[in-house]
């Protein structure tokens, strides 16, 4: 059983910041693709930043320059930096990991619970 468990949400005024962070642990024998979304309310989740295995990242055009995906491999964790936070930032954050626990099973996308970011004054 594979669980993804996300932390570093919460409250932060406008122009502030958080970091997440996003630890996959259980059965897993490779981790692709890792990467962070979000869902506002009343919208559909949407790609904040994606990052390779080998580290080549990429970005949703609102959150180029201020946010910054990296892993640890070694731990199996992801983060995202999130710097110069603005209100439109406001949603709930969702941990995302492409891997695979064993040969026998294709490689398929896992999800964390997701970790509530509000940015207000």
């Known amino acids: 059983q594979v669980q993804l468990v996300e932390s570093g949400g919460g409250l932060v005024q406008p122009g502030g910041s958080l970091r997440l962070s996003c630890a996959a642990s259980g059965s897993i024998l490779s981790i692709n693709d890792m990467g962070w979304y979000r869902q506002a309310p009343g919208k559909e989740r949407e790609l904040v930043a994606t990052i390779t295995s080998g580290g080549r990242t990429n970005y949703a055009d609102s959150v180029k320059g201020r946010f910054t995906i990296s892993r640890d491999n070694a731990k199996n964790t992801v983060y995202l930096q999130m710097n110069s936070l603005n209100p439109e930032d406001t949603a709930v954050y969702y941990c995302?990991?492409?891997?695979?626990?064993?040969?026998?099973?294709?490689?398929?996308?896992?999800w964390g619970q997701g970790t509530q970011v509000t940015v207000s004054s």
């Open positions: 995302n990991a492409h891997l695979i626990t064993d040969w026998r099973t294709p490689l398929r996308p896992y």
